[in-house]
């Protein structure tokens, strides 16, 4: 992959451009203004100045920009004004100086060359004047060049200017006040040690009229999704900017040179430039603090001063004074709490990986011996993750093995089933090092295995799991464990669906068969009821056999909890009553809240908002599926179960015309990066808002969720909604050839007549394709299976009108269309509703019903700007023109588009007459009638006079009844 040196795009900064161009209204209001820009390095400060230079530019703005040097107090003086003149002086000449030229020498020196060639008489020499007289010259001048334009002037890296250069400004803000000058400073919050000569300085330009700060922090998580985006060329992974995001804490510099460096997941090394960048201040402390932040180093981004003292064993002065030195030099930032911080999590890194072998295990042998001992000098329940992390680092294999155990249990107890999974990942990988790990740990090798499959499931990573649960069949012998077989082989099974991978019916099957000749117990009752669960999508009768024989095991051992997901599984499959089902689910619930089985809890409220979703209760769904979204949260299953909560309620708000609060829900669906098929439902709908939104990000989104359609297996209830896709994705590209082929594969499609809710919207984009390309064989097929398909809820019954009036011909058009409206009406749905508008219009055009096209039209435009729909607007509005109505798309009917004269002209068109002909007809000029014919082709939208002619015909403007108002 080619990755960008430097990301083109400014990010996250709305607030702070919005201050800069305040501060230039003012300035262009005649009121002096300064903004000093902080922000720690490379936090984007010049990136912001550059947008808004180019922004001011072209606001007809001047722009100057100046650079302090790193030289110090005794550094080049006036080094950023020089640079300023400089570029006056290229670009106005010697000219601009009015006659000064000597006095600006010491400025710019080339001027003294100048003002000897230029033969002009002057006054006395003033080079030697006063430094008063010349900041004098130089505020007159920079009035003179604002006078002739705003003029805004940059001067960058302030903390490294000398003092004549602070003086300078300093007479700028506070004395001379130039009238439309802009004047920004930009200044590094890290660099301002105790005693720096800018501090007190920026204290009295703070006290000066007309002066504002503006901070620049680092970017959020979305703003490093952002920057990796455009350095990328697409969309990273969740996972990808989850750890670039922790290791720079969102420092845009950062970000750059981790992307760059290489695989932006978890590049292991930090690139030699930024390493070097990041110690060189780190060099200059004492060597007692440097030792210090070695020991901090081992003990994490934030340590505790008493956790510190007890491994570093140092005199409390002398920690301390290292400590002080640390924090005076923008290392470490100490918290209110009376802990201490890396100001950078990547100058811990740099630092950490600075250790010397023996150094790096002795020190994390200490700080782990530290915390066990006291584990109150760690946060709150962080004590076992830390000892394991820091025996694990010190290399002390036995120590670490028990560690991780401990702290895999503490993390389940906190729902914190990922953390879970890698610290058992951990223990998987200690165990071949450790001797006698089944004796440390108590348990063999294949339950520590189990235990790590269980986690990884639960924590949504399914690939992973489905790894484990091959070695866990490799090593489990089915004979004398067939409950152990059967539990990896339902497992596996339920993987290999969600990775569409296959049905995961041959596994199951085996599963069920171990199964059923295991020894009877509560163990064999609860794999039964999982197995039934996982069977439904497969094959639902052979689901509803085994969820029987699971019930009637169940009762012989007061077991019937177990049964409450498998319940639920056959309550929302196949055919069903969805109000009575609401009540029962409602009961599950209860029964699953009773006994704090949090997992089917949030099954149920998964089902729950998609029954509300489909009976057309869409704020139902949505609060639904909001409060089962919090409690997935609660109880750490957001990637697995809890996944298809934020899809379900992404769907409600859509079908609400709450689009940009889908959008957000798509984002953060996004950012939890699901694993397989629960990944699907999101990208499917998010890909959708875009298309009809036309969204720049829609085709890409679209690709990767029809990637899904080439993996060998997909449940129905998710494949249907991608034909859905294809179609639409083509359709709205006007590429009918791939429309067609995409509609084709849809409609044949097994499943279809077997899932209505799925069904009818892909009938509706392949009854749309078939009318748009006039395809009889594709419209008769979709009028065989719309014929069979059932219809019981609004959303589906408004779909079935709109099939029918897609495919009505003739005078069924108009009845159909009506029809098809008042169902999306019923339905609630507004972009469906907005659709069909305009599709009304269309016929009521051509039936010549004009204030009811009027009507149609406005409406579907009111609609379309209000859900930001601009593919739906555009349309409206075209339509509107090509029919003559004046002012419809923009939210009211008016008279019509054409003048009376062009409607003749048109008319004449329209009977074949040429340009002379038209002239002699209408007894003007040939020249008169080709720029009428020009103005109807331009209003109409077409290309051609034949088009003109034809759309003429089609939409009934040739009538005496659409003769002009």
Known sequence: MTVRAASSVLVGRHRETAALRHALGRARAGEPTTVLVGGEAGVGKTRLLEEFAGWATDGAARVLVGQCLELGEAGLPFAPFAAALRAVLRADGPEVFAGYEAEFAPLLPELGRTSVALAAPRAAALSDAPRGYLFDLVAELFQRLADARPLVLIIEDLHWADRSTRDLIGFLVRAARPGRLLLVCTYRTDELQRGHPLRPFLAELDRARGVERVELGRLDRDGTAAILADLLGAEPLA??????????????????????????????????????????????????????????????????????????????????????????????????????????????????????????????????????????????????????????????????????????????????????????????????????????????????????????????????????????????DADAAPLRAARLLDQRGRLMALLGKSDGSRELDEAYRLAAGGPPGVERVRLLADIATHLVKIDPKKAARVGAEAATNAEAFGENVSLLSTRIALLCHGERDLTGGLAELGQVAAAARASGDASTLVLAMVFESDMLCELGRYAESAQAAEAGATEARRVGISRSTGAYLLSNRAEALIALGRWDEAEAVCAEAARIDLSGVTGLHWLQLGAGLRLARAHPGADELVDRALTFLNRPYLWPNHRLPLHELAIEAALAADDKVEAVRAARVAVTDESLPQLPREGWPVLSAAARTAARVGDRELAAAVATLAADLPARHPAARAHAAQVGALLA???????????????????????????????????????????????????????????????????????????????????????????????EVLRLVAEGHSNSRIAERLFISPKTASVHVSRIIAKLGVSNRVEAAALAHRLGLLTEAAAPR
């Not at 020190?363 to 915390?371: C, E, P, S, T």
């Not at 601009?870 to 023109?881: G, N, S």
Request: net charge negative; proline share 5%; hydrophobic share 50%.
């Open 239 to 476: 996972r990808a900017v989850d750890d670039v995001h922790d290791r720079t804490q969102g420092n845009p510099f950062f970000i750059e040179e981790l992307a760059v460096a290489g695989d932006p997941i978890g590049c292991a090394a930090l690139p030699e430039t930024l390493r070097d960048l990041l110690l060189a201040r780190v060099d200059r402390l004492p060597e007692p603090a440097q030792r210090v932040l070695r020991i901090a180093a081992a003990g994490g981004t934030r340590f505790a001063h008493d956790l510190l003292a007890e491994v570093a064993a140092l005199p409390e002065a002398e920690l301390e004074d290292a400590l002080r030195a640390a924090v005076a030099a923008q290392l470490v930032v100490a918290n209110p709490d009376g802990d201490y911080e890396f100001r950078h999590a990547l100058v811990r890194e740099a630092v950490h990986d600075e250790l010397l072998p023996g150094e790096h295990a002795r020190l994390h042998a200490r700080f782990a011996a530290a915390i066990e001992a006291q584990p109150h000098l760690v946060a709150a329940g962080r004590a076992p993750a830390e000892i394991a992390h820091h025996w694990y680092a010190a290399h002390d294999h036995p120590r670490a093995l028990v560690a991780a155990r401990a702290a895999a249990c503490a993390a389940a107890d906190r729902y914190a089933y990922a953390e879970q999974r890698r610290l058992l990942e951990r223990a998987l990988e200690l165990w071949e090092l450790v001797p006698d790990a089944a004796d440390l740990l108590g348990m063999d090798h294949l339950a520590l295995l189990e235990q790590t499959l269980d986690a990884a499931v639960t924590a949504g990573d399914f690939s992973r799991a489905i790894t484990l649960t091959r070695a866990g069949l490799a090593e489990v």
């Open 809 to 903: 011909v003739g005078d069924q058009a108009l009845p159909a269309w009506r029809a098809a409206v008042d169902a999306w009406r019923a339905d609630g749905q507004p972009y469906p509703l907005g659709r069909a508008l305009l599709a009304l219009a269309e016929v009521t055009a051509a039936a010549g019903e004009r204030d009811e096209t009027a009507a149609a039209v406005t409406e579907a435009t009111e609609i379309g700007r209000r859900l930001g729909a601009a593919p739906l607007v555009e349309a409206a509005t075209t339509l509107a023109r090509r029919v003559g109505l004046r002012g419809a798309a923009g939210g009211g009917a008016g008279a019509d588009l054409l003048t009376a004269r062009e409607r």
